[in-house]
């Protein structure tokens, strides 16, 4: 089992950047998939960005390819995701995800989910 903490969210005017940080505790790091999903208000969770247990391997929503990064650090047990040129429709609470299905964008192929944190961008 996996515990997951996210952090770094917060309010934000369009065109900033933020960086996301999910830190993992328990069972070893290196064998999860790691990605990130968003859910806006009164919309679904959906995918963000995932990256492969090595690493080397990563994938992103349209919406956010060129402007998000999503990184993994395993000497910290840390996933983050960096944020570029935000946008308002970029606004959701962001959430942390860990698997061993493989990466995916179905939510349903993660075991383990953080708390979420809240990320808004204003105009």
């Known amino acids: 089992q996996v515990q997951l903490v996210e952090s770094g969210g917060g309010l934000v005017q369009a065109g900033v950047s933020l960086r996301l940080s999910c830190a993992a505790s328990?069972?070893?790091?290196?064998?999860?998939?790691m990605a990130w999903f968003r859910q806006a208000p009164g919309k679904e969770r959906v995918f963000v960005a995932t990256?492969?247990?090595?690493?080397?391997?990563?994938a992103y929503v349209d919406s956010v390819k060129g402007r998000f990064t999503i990184s993994r650090d395993t000497a910290r047990n840390t996933v983050y995701l960096q944020m570029n040129s935000l946008k308002p429709e970029d606004t959701a609470v962001y959430y942390c995800?860990?698997?061993?299905?493989?990466?995916?964008?179905?939510?349903?192929?993660?075991?383990?989910w953080g708390q979420g944190t809240q990320v808004t961008v204003s105009s």
């Open positions: 995800a860990a698997g061993v299905w493989g990466p995916s964008v179905n939510p349903r192929s993660y075991s383990y």
């Open positions: 328990g069972r070893a790091f290196s064998s999860y998939d």
């Open positions: 990256i492969t247990r090595s690493g080397g391997s990563t």
